[in-house]
């Protein structure tokens, strides 16, 4: 079965720093991986996934992770943090279509 | 595009009643919708996978006579929690995701507070 580990349940960083969330994968057959954003009392919103093909996936606002298969992670990056990157962050694999998540990361950002 | 809604986004029950919480595709057509359950700070958590036209495929430890899902039409899923007690009180998000994807497309998520 596949499953997530987040490292890290919460990130402090200041207005204009590196971002990092770590994110490290199990999976028995080659992963679909995902980060979602959930900003308070919301649904998920997709910040980018990778399937196959380029290893370094760039979403939306910024951020971008690294599929790094002989570290089974998936560290999502984000080069300056805004005020708005506030928000709760969650790594999933697939399984079948059927997504396990993370256990979250809280992103706090110190103006 | 892949717009998902949820209604209600909050509602309040006492205990024992049932409640409906709806679950529409807006701009897609979902062939699979999925529901999950988030507690406060912590993880979503599946309950069930539903196609449309057939049964909801439940997670373990979820009770399928408590927790009815109906996937009726290609973009319109309900979940009702009957007999609901304060134990049920969650953050209820739904997901839907087209033939051919790979990928989940969230609703907002609708607040249960059972009294």
């Known amino acids: 079965a596949q499953s997530v580990t987040q490292l890290g349940s919460h990130v402090s960083v200041s207005e204009g720093a590196l971002v990092l969330l770590r994110c490290n994968y199990s999976?028995?057959?080659?992963?679909?991986l995902f980060w979602y954003v959930q900003y308070p009392n919301q649904g998920l919103q997709l910040l980018l996934k990778y399937t196959t093909g380029a290893t370094l996936v760039k979403g939306i606002n910024g951020f971008e992770a690294e599929f790094k298969k002989s570290e089974t992670s998936f560290h999502l990056t984000k080069p300056s943090a805004h005020m708005s990157d506030a928000a709760e962050y969650f790594c999933a694999v697939s399984d079948n279509y059927k997504l396990s998540f993370g256990a979250g990361t809280t992103v706090t950002v110190r103006a | 595009g892949a717009v998902v809604s949820q209604h209600p986004s909050r509602v309040i029950c006492k205990s024992g009643t049932s409640v409906k919480i709806e679950c529409r595709s807006l701009d897609f057509q979902a062939t699979t919708m999925f529901w999950y359950r988030q507690f406060p700070k912590q993880s979503l958590m599946l309950m069930a996978t539903?196609?449309?036209?057939?049964?909801?495929?439940?997670e373990q430890g979820v009770e399928k006579d408590k927790f009815l899902i109906n996937h009726a039409s290609l973009t319109l899923s309900t979940l009702t929690v009957t007999s609901a007690h304060p134990e049920d009180s969650s953050f209820y998000i739904c997901s839907a995701m087209t033939g051919g994807t790979d990928t989940q497309y969230f609703g907002p998520g609708t607040r249960l507070t059972v009294l």
């Open positions: 539903s196609n449309e036209g057939s049964k909801a495929t439940y």
């Open positions: 999976s028995s057959v080659p992963p679909y």
